[in-house]
């Protein structure tokens, strides 16, 4: 099975700071990949598809970048409703979720 | 709109079976590319998958619940469902439904619902 492995674990960060957190897969995974926020007490949303592609009404400061291994989730102007836990998911064998970032303000 | 809707009994026995019913609408599991994945987590844990079906009923599971894990749907009746037998307390969690587009992931997910496996 494919891998994921997210970093950092949890991070502090404040409102307006450029955020980045990253996903690494153990094998090729091309760009089958997708970012989801959680909220504390919802289901995840998705923000990102194939990698780097906004989902609908997703705000532009949320970009997802990467292909093959490594992936990159970056939050260019972290605003106080960011704070979440984000999951990267492969779908391009059965399909695996990272452990997740834990992104707080401070 | 699309939603998507889970249903289970809340509380369980260990050993028992564990069933649950997604109910979704604005979208067909006849439609070419169309699928309907579960997925679980623990309190506090991070998400595991457990199961997807497609359109054209081919199914696929996570290999370490495998023997355990049944999914089947209705299409008529837009529900999807998943059978996990011989439960215990690690199966304890909440479980989603999620839509997926062939070869685009989850993309709609349901609320959830919580089962707690006790004795």
């Known amino acids: 099975n494919t891998v994921m492995t997210q970093s950092p674990t949890s991070m502090f960060t404040s409102v307006g700071d450029r955020v980045t957190m990253s996903c690494k897969a153990s094998?090729?995974?091309?760009?089958?990949v997708g970012w989801y926020q959680q909220k504390t007490g919802q289901s995840p949303k998705r923000l990102i598809y194939w990698a780097s592609n906004r989902d609908t009404g997703v705000p532009d400061r949320f970009t997802g970048s990467g292909s093959g291994t490594d992936f990159t989730l970056t939050i260019s102007n972290m605003q106080a409703e960011d704070p979440a836990i984000y999951y990267c998911l492969q779908h391009n064998s059965y399909p695996t979720f990272g452990a997740g970032t834990k992104l707080e303000l401070k | 709109q699309v939603t998507l809707k889970e249903s289970g009994p809340g509380i369980l026995q260990p050993s028992q079976t564990l069933s649950l019913t997604c109910t979704f609408s604005?979208?067909?599991?006849?439609?070419?590319?169309?699928?309907v994945g579960w997925i679980r987590q623990p309190s506090g844990k991070g998400l595991e998958w457990l199961a997807n079906?497609?359109?054209?009923?081919?199914?696929y599971y996570n290999p370490s619940l495998k023997n355990r894990l049944t999914i089947s749907k209705d299409t008529s009746n837009n529900q999807a469902f998943l059978k996990i037998t011989n439960v215990d307390t690690a199966d304890t969690a909440t479980y989603y439904c999620?839509?997926?587009?062939?070869?685009?992931?989850?993309?709609?997910w349901g609320q959830g619902v919580m089962v707690t496996v006790s004795s």
């Open positions: 999620a839509r997926i587009l062939i070869w685009e992931g989850f993309d709609y």
């Open positions: 079906i497609w359109w054209d009923d081919d199914k």
């Open positions: 094998q090729n995974v091309g760009i089958n």
């Open positions: 604005g979208f067909s599991l006849s439609t070419y590319g169309m699928g």
